[in-house]
């Protein structure tokens, strides 16, 4: 069924117009790449690719179209089915699953199964895999973590928690101190699903955050419950900032700097923030989430993605365009211009400390996560984060969040 | 005009010119309006009643969407917020009628003054959004530093359930009391002398000159400065997503962010159901539209 049928097909009719007028100027061996790489590292990283590509390829000429972070959301949906480019970026895990199901993005398996990337990309493929195959490549990552204030803790001689035990008992020793334990920011939403992540893959372990993700358990389930629980002991001591969701995770790193919170869990990319704050590397420490229950470790690594559109009209130079991405000495100088962490294990590791620790953290997991807005549909994902904030602000809401999530996941995935 | 032949078309033409004319004259507008106004709401309208997103086939679901939404608490709260704005929106009106009274004045450099606040309506509602989301900053704000005088020190306004949405009007209402100053400023303009005059003379004043000689005179000004707050107040969006993006856990949507998110955002894409929240905002504005075209209607029957 389709509700436009007439304007569908004159749209349809506009872009193939297009799509000649366009196929009469563009020769054979362009290859066309949409991105939203709009930063400026992103954008050096894929200058590079570019670059390094042709040099290798001579006989293809890269052009690469930069979309804004939210355009390209909405655009990518219209020229997946419209008028395709040749390779696009994008998310893995359920953030694809749209696309594949949709039939909109290209099954790349072949690629996989030659090229040994099965191995050579191991810790990434399980989110690259969806109904048995692969559809596309994964080029970074990078690794979550609590970021800490050595120079606070040995003020107040406190050690690095490894267990929960421990972590309790140095946020007790900062609140008396007058130092709140943990930096955060919920505005946008998505710094509460970090902490919903860890805490689930610490007490129930990575398939359980799986099942929970892709809707197999009722979030009224008591092993959700049983993370609450956990949750519960920081909330309701006030360990968090307060008045979180009322900023986003950049303004409470000022907090963080000055030394009026110690620690703060997030991805690596806040490091750079914390250093122009003015934290050397002898004040910022970064620690794994502790442990809780015991249970192999696992870590959340969201990781950003090239697929190559079924509509694409040169997917030959494609296939070949994703597999020199996928080499080891080009994801190394990609993510050494990223500052983030290669996913090719044949890559050469990273100079920067913080990232040396996350690269063997990540090696060293059993499961990774891609993060909960990225493993949960997108519905799912919104109404859960919206509870977790809530539940963060009023923690005696908790019962009536899970049910209100519980909700929501009967209905989405129905 | 060839003379022989077209005699009888001539004729009809000529019968009928007066009052083809005007029909003729609207034509273009009128089919504009078609294709992209009246067609486009039919077609929200059908959208409706599928579920899809945006990618594969719609499917038929039937009024699916709208039982869904008649059970959905964030539609209430939508809502409900939408209610807030209109009525804290309304507000702007008898602030704006106050402003002009006392900015309509001849003193030597009133026009400076006047264009001054005129000022907020010309920025930006999205930088207006973000200077008072500066303002409710908990650590930093100018409105913390205020509650701070009365003891209320760290109030995160933006973060209360309870006060977000009545914060984010207040700062929608800075630009639209402009707006309805300026309009009431230009009414004044043509108040006519010899009534106030005369009035004078019968003894009044004050309230009573206001309410019985000022006010009936500015009744077109009274009529514009409502419409234009209502659909302002309806159609509220940029604020809500500059300031707080519908948080803290969704207290502070309303409903054209809501049809928003539903449909276009990075969590969205169920158009259907989006189409559905546009749909009730639609019906809503409807039964304001209707009143507001009878009584122009009306009004033209009077003079005509």
Not at chain 1, 366 to 383: I, N, S, T, V
Not at chain 1, 387 to 401: A, I, L, N, T, W
Not at chain 2, 232 to 249: E, I, K, Q
Request: hydrophobic share 50%.
């Amino acid at each position: 069924m389709n509700p436009t049928p007439l304007l569908r097909r004159s749209a349809l009719a506009l872009g193939l117009a297009l799509c000649g007028a366009l196929g009469a100027t563009v020769q054979a061996g362009t290859l066309v790449i949409n991105t939203d790489a709009s930063d400026p590292a992103p954008k050096a990283a894929w200058e590079y690719l570019a670059k390094s590509f042709m040099a290798a390829h001579p006989d293809v000429t890269v052009k690469i179209n930069t979309f804004d972070h939210e355009g390209f959301k909405t655009s990518l949906r219209n020229f997946l089915t419209a008028e395709a480019p040749d390779v696009v970026s994008w998310y893995a895990g359920n953030r694809m699953a749209p696309f594949v199901q949709a039939g909109l993005f290209e099954d790349v398996s072949d690629l996989w199964t030659r090229d040994g990337l099965h191995d050579k990309l191991k810790s990434a493929a399980p989110s690259m895999t969806l109904n048995g195959k692969q559809w596309g490549v994964p080029y970074t990552y990078y690794p979550w973590g609590i970021y800490y204030r050595k120079d606070l803790f040995a003020k107040h001689g406190l050690a690095m928690p490894k267990t929960w035990k421990e972590l309790l008992a140095v946020s007790v020793k900062l609140k008396a101190a007058g130092i709140t334990p943990f930096a955060i920011g919920t505005k946008a939403l998505w710094p509460s699903g970090g902490w919903f992540d860890y805490l689930n893959m610490r007490v129930n372990g990575h398939a359980f955050h799986m099942a929970l993700t892709s809707g197999q358990v009722p979030y009224t389930d008591a092993r959700v419950v049983a993370v609450f629980d956990r949750w519960d002991e920081l909330v309701r001591p006030g360990y968090f900032l307060a008045n979180h969701a009322a900023i986003d995770w950049q303004d409470a790193i000022p907090a963080f700097v000055k030394g009026e919170a110690a620690m703060y869990l997030m991805g690596n990319f806040a490091v750079d923030l914390m250093k122009k704050g003015g934290l050397s590397e002898a004040q910022l420490g970064f620690m794994p989430f502790p442990k809780i229950a015991d249970l192999p470790q696992a870590e959340d690594a969201p990781t950003d993605t090239a697929h190559i559109p079924s509509k694409s009209r040169n997917k030959a130079d494609a296939r070949r365009f994703l597999a020199w991405m996928a080499r080891a000495e080009v994801q190394a100088r990609m993510n050494e211009i990223l500052g983030q962490l290669p996913v090719n294990r044949e890559a050469a590791r990273p100079a920067d400390t913080y990232l040396k620790e996350g690269f063997t953290l990540l090696s060293n997991a059993q499961g990774l996560g891609q993060f909960y807005d990225r493993d949960a549909p997108a519905e799912m994902a919104k109404a859960g984060m919206e509870g977790f904030q809530r539940y963060m602000v009023k923690p005696d809401s908790r019962k009536e969040v899970l049910e209100r999530l519980e909700s929501v996941r009967k209905r989405v995935y129905k | 005009m060839p003379a022989t032949g077209a005699q009888g078309h001539d004729g009809w033409w000529q019968r009928h010119q007066r009052a083809l004319a005007p029909w003729l004259f609207l034509a273009p507008a009128a089919a504009m309006f078609l294709l992209y106004v009246v067609l486009p709401i039919g077609q929200s309208m059908r959208l409706s009643l599928y579920d899809w997103d945006g990618l594969g086939t719609p499917v038929w679901v039937g009024l699916a969407n709208y039982v869904e939404l008649a059970s959905d608490p964030d539609f209430h709260v939508a809502l409900k917020n939408s209610l807030i704005w209109l009525l804290g929106f309304l507000l702007a009106v008898p602030m704006g009628l106050g402003l002009a009274l006392l900015l309509n004045q001849t003193v030597f450099g009133i026009r400076a003054i006047k264009s001054l606040f005129f000022f907020p309506f010309v920025i930006s509602q999205v930088v207006i959004g973000l200077v008072f989301t500066w303002f409710y900053n908990p650590a930093l704000g100018l409105v913390d530093k205020l509650f701070g005088l009365f003891g209320q020190a760290d109030l995160a306004v933006l973060a209360d359930e309870d006060l977000v949405t009545y914060a984010i009007v207040a700062a929608g209402l800075y630009p639209q009391i402009a707006y309805c100053m300026i309009l009431y400023l230009t009414g004044l303009n043509s108040i006519r002398p010899d009534l106030i005059e005369a009035a004078r003379l019968e003894g009044a004043k004050g309230w009573q000159m206001l309410w019985h000689v000022v006010l009936p005179q500015l009744r077109p000004a009274s009529f514009i400065a409502v419409v234009v707050t209502v659909v302002g107040s309806l159609r509220s969006f940029d604020m809500v997503a500059v300031m707080t993006a519908g948080g803290p856990y969704g207290s502070s949507r309303v409903l054209a962010y809501y049809m928003y998110e539903k449909a276009l955002s990075e969590y969205g894409y169920r158009m259907g159901y989006g189409t559905a929240i546009a749909t009730v905002l639609f019906a809503i504005m409807l039964v304001y539209i209707l009143f507001v075209l009878w009584r122009i209607y009306r009004q033209e029957r009077e003079l005509g």
